[in-house]
């Protein structure tokens, strides 16, 4: 995204815009101006947007979570770290989350490798695109809907009693941590197989051959070179997952029934149940920092891991 | 590895399966399939509150699939234009608008707009010059917005991206024809975007009527499908809403193929 440098706007003018060499009927300035105010149109829809519905809700949030709650419930204005001070009281719902969050995208990983391996450099070509396909298309679809198909499969009416025919009575499968994870792998894999395809696949393949031909065995191989120059996708990937699962909500509702309790279902209680809004915003507040800081440390362990040793190797 | 990946596949889609086999199931168990019966679409269908949620949703997924598909390529044109450093903050809020959980998303913009109705609803009734002054409130509109939000900044990276490679060569000849910025952007550019457009207004669209945590937030008093589906489940697994299912799924599965099919599609020749 950053391939274009620090050059004047004039420069870079695209879409449709003639370059200001070839327009020597318009004076220098006139031109620029109209160029200027026709960037600013385009980009003021969007950049609207992203003040008023993603800079400003945070901001609000942030001058929240400073507040006191009202005694009706909502927002008092004040000044104190009081609510951050009592986030232990919600500390079960951080643990959980905080443990299945990244078991769960490792858990992923695990699962998603292979797939993406296979799809990147082992899979047929005809078959390859639809195999693609059919990873992509889950992403889209409901998640709603698709982890109600596990509740419905792990509920009471669906293994269980198939199992009961055989013999193995009473066995407890939904609202379990192994169902919250199982959901979880469900949801999130194909978030994890993509990014892990995309690096695999530009993969330069005579390394492969270079390095086999230098003796490396198999093994090696996979871990010199494959696994090394896939890892900006891994951590891409891995970093998706958990930041989307720190947040999550459906999952654990719906496949953990009240036993486990994540992050997400303390903000849906603290917003519209209990309806303390400043303690709820603490708590958004602390997710969006961890997020952040999943984030920075994905980013740093991928470039210290291949981007170093990529420039190496070439 | 074959059979590890053949599986993989059949963990994906075998619940969906089950979910669409057990929605054509005569019986009311899930454990048995007793014959074929498409009774469970006629109840779905003829229940008034999810036909008017699935109105709701209709509605607020096309209008902002819509509004985030105009603005999202107006602004992958715009970024085109600008210097490295506007571009890269741009790049950086887009990206947050999209990595950002949804929960995070809901609430805040429920914080926001809850402040911001406070501020502005006493304003509008002293202005208005009737006793029934419109009163703003969460509802469509804030849906629309928030969905809007990550829409429009997964239009702008689809389309951003299908920018890129963009042939520059043929904007210079046209321009060089003597062809109206206007022209070279209707003959030249346009044509080559816009199944980008495309596949980022479905992807969109797909998005909105399935997102179920930002609308909990914000929908205030309006319901939407995944919504009422959610309050469902809730109150007990039954086969009406298999059927409910089957038709979402099918719906996103013709929606995001549409997208790829439009996204794989050669750039028309000039």
Known sequence: MSETGDKPDQDNATGGRKSAGSQPAFPMRGSLFRKNLMTALLLAPAALWLVVFLVLPFVAIAIFSVGERAPEGGYQAALTFAQYANLPARATAFWNTMLLAPVGAL????????????????APQRWRLILLALIVIPFWTSLLMRTYAWMYILGGRGIPALLAYVGIEDLRLINTPGAVLLGIVYGYLPLMILPIYVSLERLDRRLLEASADLGATPLSTFLGVTLRLSLPGVMTGFSLVMILLLGEYLIPTLLGGGKVFFIGNALVDLFLQSRNWP??????????????????????ISTRLSGARRVDLI | MRAFVVAVFAFLYLPIALVVLFSFNAGHHASEFTGFSVQWYGKALSNPFLVEALKNSLFIATTSALLAAFCGTAAALGLQRVGARTRALFDALLGAAIVVPGVVIGISTLVALVQLFAVVNPFLAELWPTDQPPRLSLGYGSIIAAHGLFSMALVTMIVGTRLASLDRNLVEASSDL????????????LPQIMPAVIAGFLLAFTFSFDDFIIAFFVAGAQTTLPIYVFASIRRGVTPEINAIATIVLCASVLLVLLAQWQLGRRKPSP
């Open chain 2, 178 to 189: 003597y062809a109206t910025p206007l022209t070279t952007f209707r003959s030249i550019v």
């Open chain 1, 107 to 122: 858990a992923c990983l695990l699962v998603a490798y292979p797939v993406a391996y296979y799809l990147a450099l082992r």
């Open chain 1, 279 to 300: 303690f709820g915003s603490a708590i958004a507040i602390t997710l969006v920092l961890v997020s952040v800081v999943v984030l920075i440390v994905a980013n740093r």
